[in-house]
């Protein structure tokens, strides 16, 4: 009888590493003979480049290179176009340093090396660029409208991608409405803001021809074969490291910063190693950004409230390039929908450019958009109608009897958006339950007579995760019993270390704290894309899965011979192979390790004493046909289409009405992500999760001026929530195990995220209902809140209004 370690609640293997300091960043690399780096970024939102004269800068002692766009030549090309549309009709992407014209403030300019970074940003103040201001856009509804300044003067009306989709027949289903309800909606941009910024070290041999670069990236491989082609190297001379990386939400995939470049151009131009590491303005400033969407909805229902059909239009707001295609509009067109049965969709956007900081996907990547649009269609209903939210929810649910359910739209892998399983109404039930729905109307009503004003929101989603190509797995049990996992994607806070052992001592029936799992080095696992986008565990996962059940079998197949029993009698346990019901008859995989390398130079007591009592003497050669030495294996795994996670979040808020501040008095989180390997960790992520969707509820809004001067430069203007701000979350599991991949998972990285801003809008709805408040933008700060209050009193004392 073995134990089952996936959905056990374990200790995270990498916890006593980083909790005492030990972790390693790019940060901490300082190999020997290091130069700093800084970059001159443009102080304008748009503006032409007249000249730049760097020699003052160049003769400043200390400084080793200064770099513009005129010393790069052919290497300053426009970056790749990372994802193709057909709809994306006027793709640009950046150059590595700018060239005739800025396009936003905080866009590289030149590049500086030096002994050290004081020194370098001294040079940066020395090097003369002559600015002509231009007018700038950017409000993304302006920058439509003719005439308005062109962000590219090759692109028309700034307008870079324009993308209908549509299911059934809306217009049948709008003419046969009972009612047609229509709402403008807003969300607002936001920033990653990772804990530990972008950087860059690397170093290149000039003797063996080799680049080294540790990069604080999701996405190490890409960045490697990238790194070779653009300098002419071979692939196996090129070496990425993404070491502990403190933090990504998706900011760290884009494929190619500029000082992914620079920096390796540089140790490659100098012969010594260079290093880079972004400040907290250089990020607010520079690093990609999300959200910023403009919505015009309508909803077709019936008498009882069921949805008969549904119309978006939005705009995207893409700033000043598109290197990562149009996929966070495309996912919140097609993750719209929700749990919702929506037979009957039209939705249609545009992506515009505007003299802003590019746009790339952030946690949650266009579906805290949708959900907010979605739910805020939900409120609309119960309010028309009169019923509670809930209500209106329970009756347009998909209902579990009909998965798989197509959505009938293209999902971001241009695979089918089709719901693979998932039971949307008990976990609405699960999460009110929990919320103490039941009894919050009284409460409610008891807390007004007090003059207080409590607000109930819910919200729902559900999430595309797993996305392919594919990723894989090395498995190896060495002689001394532990196991080492590497795999090609990157950790970032996620708990691989964990989670992966899991799934790999299952199969061998060992203790997860005796593997050890490698990430993020290609030099140790040289295929796959990376971690972003909730696909860590479907793919990654279920590839370690698939090695370490070929491990199994080998291990079967060897102890079978030297037990002699058949393998299907074997099984694997504590850490050995053992016949069943006879737990003395036992090989360990220490052992067996020893046996699948027929050299058998066995260094440890107890691996020298199992070569030597396995040694048996055989026939022919020493590995069979089709036999590889070693107790190790490979395995890949590339999901058929995307899997679907889901979750109700609910929460209890009391608004002050005085102040327009926003308090949680109790936060509940239901969430379905398949087969949970680690609840622990699962709860993790969800609890990070809902912190950055309060962040961007309530507190994260960035600001531009409109000559495309940023305003939200620091933690002093762009607030975070801090523990003061994150309530206690409440977290209750449902798992519905997904049929597509062998372990039934499905992503949870970004469920936390997704419907908290729709949560916030009902819950501020609710409590000011009594004021006739109505939320229709993300995020409201308590100034915002209360020109709400001011302006919903102000229409109540309008002449004619009760």
């Not at 041999?205 to 080799?210: F, L, N």
């Amino acid at each position: 009888m073995t134990t089952r370690l996936i959905g056990a609640r374990i200790l995270r293997n990498e916890d006593p590493r980083l909790l005492r300091g030990l972790g390693c960043f790019v940060a901490d690399l300082n190999p020997a003979g290091l130069l700093q780096a800084a970059v001159l970024r443009s102080p304008h939102g748009r503006a032409r480049v007249v000249s730049i004269d760097a020699g003052r800068a160049r003769a400043l002692p200390g400084v080793h290179l200064v770099l513009t766009a005129a010393d790069l030549g052919p290497l300053n090309q426009p970056t790749p176009l990372l994802i193709p549309h057909p709809g994306l009709t006027h793709p640009r992407t950046p150059t590595p340093l700018a060239v005739d014209e800025v396009r936003y403030a905080g866009e590289p300019v030149a590049f500086v090396v030096a002994d050290d970074r004081y020194v370098a940003e001294d040079a940066l103040e020395l090097i003369e660029v002559e600015y002509e201001p231009l007018p700038a856009v950017t409000d993304v509804e302006a920058a439509l409208v003719e005439g308005s300044p062109p962000v590219h003067a090759d692109v028309p009306g700034n307008r870079a991608a324009r993308v209908v989709q549509q299911v059934g027949d809306p217009d049948a289903a709008f003419a046969g409405a009972a009612r047609v309800l229509r709402e403008r909606l807003s969300i607002e941009r936001s920033a990653g803001s990772p804990i530990e910024t972008r950087g860059v070290v690397a170093e290149y041999d000039p003797r063996a021809g080799s680049l080294r670069a540790w990069i604080s990236t999701q996405a190490p491989l890409p960045l490697k074969n990238g790194l070779a082609r653009i300098f002419g190297l071979p692939e196996f001379k090129v070496e990425v490291i993404a070491p502990d990386v403190g933090g990504g939400f998706g900011t760290k995939i884009m494929l190619f910063y500029p000082e992914e470049i620079l920096v390796p151009y540089a140790a490659i131009r100098l012969g010594r190693p260079v290093k880079w590491i972004e400040d907290r303005l250089e990020h607010l400033g520079s690093a990609s950004q999300e959200r910023g969407q403009v919505h015009e909805v309508e909803v077709a229902v019936d008498e009882v409230g069921r949805i008969l059909g549904l119309r978006d239009r939005f705009l995207h707001d893409a700033g000043a390039y598109t290197p990562y295609g149009i996929i966070v509009p495309l996912i919140t067109a097609s993750q719209l929908p929700g749990p919702y049965r929506l037979r009957h969709y039209h939705v249609e956007f545009d992506v515009v450019y505007t003299n802003k900081v590019m746009v790339t996907p952030y946690r949650g990547a266009g579906r805290p958009h949708g959900a907010f649009v979605m739910e805020r269609v939900i409120g609309l209903i119960a309010r028309a109608l009169g019923l509670e939210p809930a209500e209106v929810r329970r009756r347009n649910f998909i209902q579990p009897d009909e998965f798989p359910w197509d959505v009938g739209l293209t999902f971001q892998d241009g695979g089918p958006t089709r719901y693979d399983s998932g039971d949307y109404p008990a976990g609405l039930a699960m999460a009110l339950e929990a919320i103490g729905f039941r009894d919050f109307r009284a409460r409610q009503a008891a807390a007004r007579a007090d003059g207080r004003y409590l607000g109930l929101g819910v919200a729902c989603y559900v999430e595309g995760t797993g996305i392919g190509p594919y990723e894989g797995a090395h498995v190896r049990v060495e002689p001394s019993g532990k196991v080492y996992v590497a795999t090609g994607l990157t950790t970032q806070g996620q708990g691989h270390q964990t989670t992966f052992a899991q799934i790999a001592a299952e199969a061998l029936g060992c203790d997860p704290a005796d593997v050890t799992v490698v990430t993020g080095d290609t030099s140790r696992f040289n295929w796959g894309a990376g971690t972003f986008a909730s696909r860590a565990l479907v793919t990654a996962g279920n590839a370690v899965g698939i090695a370490a059940g070929k491990v199994r079998d080998k291990a079967r197949h060897l102890a079978a011979d030297l037990l002699e029993a058949s393998p299907k009698d074997l099984e694997l346990a504590e850490g050995a192979v053992r016949v069943k019901g006879l737990p003395s008859r036992r090989l360990t995989l220490g052992a067996l390790a020893t046996v699948a390398n027929p050299i058998r130079y066995a260094y440890g007591q107890e691996a020298a004493e199992a070569a030597l009592r396995l040694v048996k003497p055989r026939q022919g050669a020493v590995l069979g046909e089709d036999e590889e030495p070693g107790l190790e294996a490979r395995g890949y795994y590339a999901p058929p289409q995307a899997t679907f996670a889901s979750g109700c979040h609910a929460a209890i808020v009391e608004v002050d009405v005085e102040t327009g501040r926003v308090t949680f008095l109790r936060y509940v989180v239901q969430h379905d992500c398949g087969t949970v390997v680690n609840p622990t960790i699962v709860e993790g992520q969800i609890h990070g999760g809902v912190a950055q969707g309060i962040g961007g509820a309530l507190y994260e809004r960035v600001v531009y001026d409109e000559s495309g001067q940023l305003l939200t430069g620091s933690f002093m203007d762009f607030l975070i929530p801090t523990a003061a701000e994150v309530p206690e979350i409440e977290i209750r599991h449902l798992e519905t195990p997904s049929p597509l991949n062998p372990l039934g998972v499905k992503g949870v990285g970004e469920a936390g995220a997704i419907p908290v801003p729709a949560l916030v809008a009902e819950a501020i709805d609710d409590a000011l209902a009594p004021l006739g408040v109505r939320v229709r933008e993300m995020p409201l700060s308590p100034t915002r809140i209360l020109e709400l209050i001011a302006g919903a009193r102000g229409r109540a004392s309008e002449p004619g209004r009760a």
